[in-house]
């Protein structure tokens, strides 16, 4: 079931992200940010309602502190997309949100099987060969610092979701989205761009609500049932679905070492699977 549910956050964070880039190239990010997390935080509100749960106030704390790393990591994500190519920046934020809660899962005790370590081992060759793309424009290069930014902000989002108890339910879920909405607030106060939605393309973002709280539910229940450090991991596979829609929707090209991390993404989750 960890495998599973993870590979199902996987999937939506893929989906989720490919829209928000094509919705960040038309409308501001931070608008795009706002009215896509804002719209998480309803769907996950409302699938609070009803499964039931019994959170404590460790488990609302960390879903908060979840939240605020999930608003720093998709500013960046999506001012990265709107920016640079989608091949780029969604993979290599993908690598810091492996790297962190795997790190951070190690250090406090989990002991994954040793095919499950291979699987983890594949998993960042894997990540690191599909974010490897050639591309010499001056004006995409803020892309890799964006994205570094990005793995960051959703690195801590892992960490702190995995720190939810089992019986929890989903209120601390929603409280996370909640508060990513409020970090994406005030991180663009700070930095002086205009948050509120105008534009009409930002609210087609609102499209990405059940896609957010679809990816991180999964996430949250993979937890459940499986390691931090290896869930993590295949959840962090969600720039293959992004660079495959990448592919065949805006006909971007797929280099030969990006299908040779697909094929290495495939490896990991199968490998991760028989631990």
Request: charged share 10%; with cysteine; aromatic share 10%.
């Amino acid at each position: 079931m960890a495998i599973v549910f993870s590979l199902i956050s996987a999937l939506a964070y893929g989906i989720s992200d490919f829209l928000g880039g094509i919705f960040a190239k038309k409308a501001s990010p931070w608008q795009v940010a706002v009215v896509g997390q804002t719209s998480s935080a309803f769907f996950s509100l409302i699938a609070a309602l009803f499964i039931s749960g019994s959170p404590t106030g460790r488990d609302v704390a960390f879903g908060a502190l979840a939240g605020l790393g999930g608003g720093f990591g998709v500013v960046f994500l999506y001012r990265g997309l709107a920016t640079a190519r989608m091949g780029v920046v969604a993979p290599l934020s993908a690598i810091g949100t492996a790297l962190l809660p795997v790190a951070v899962g190690l250090g406090t005790g989990d002991r994954p099987s040793k095919l499950a370590v291979l699987g983890i081992v594949c998993a960042f060759p894997a990540i690191a060969l599909i974010s490897r793309v050639v591309d010499d424009n001056p004006s995409h290069r803020g892309g890799v610092i964006d994205g570094i930014l990005a793995g960051v902000g959703f690195g801590a989002l892992f960490v702190f979701l995995g720190q939810v108890g089992d019986d929890a339910g989903l209120y601390p879920l929603a409280a996370s989205q909640v508060t990513s909405v409020f970090a994406i607030i005030v991180l663009a106060t700070i930095l002086r761009q205009g948050w509120l939605p105008r534009d009409r393309g930002s609210w087609k973002a609102v499209t990405m609500g059940p896609l957010g709280a679809t990816a991180q539910g999964a996430f949250l229940y993979a937890t459940h049932h499986g390691l931090l450090s290896v869930v993590s991991v295949i959840s962090s596979l969600y720039p293959a679905s992004t660079v495959l829609l990448a592919a065949v929707l805006l006909r971007e090209k797929i280099h030969g070492w990006q299908g040779v991390g697909l094929v290495f993404a495939v490896i990991a989750v199968a490998f991760v699977a028989a631990g």
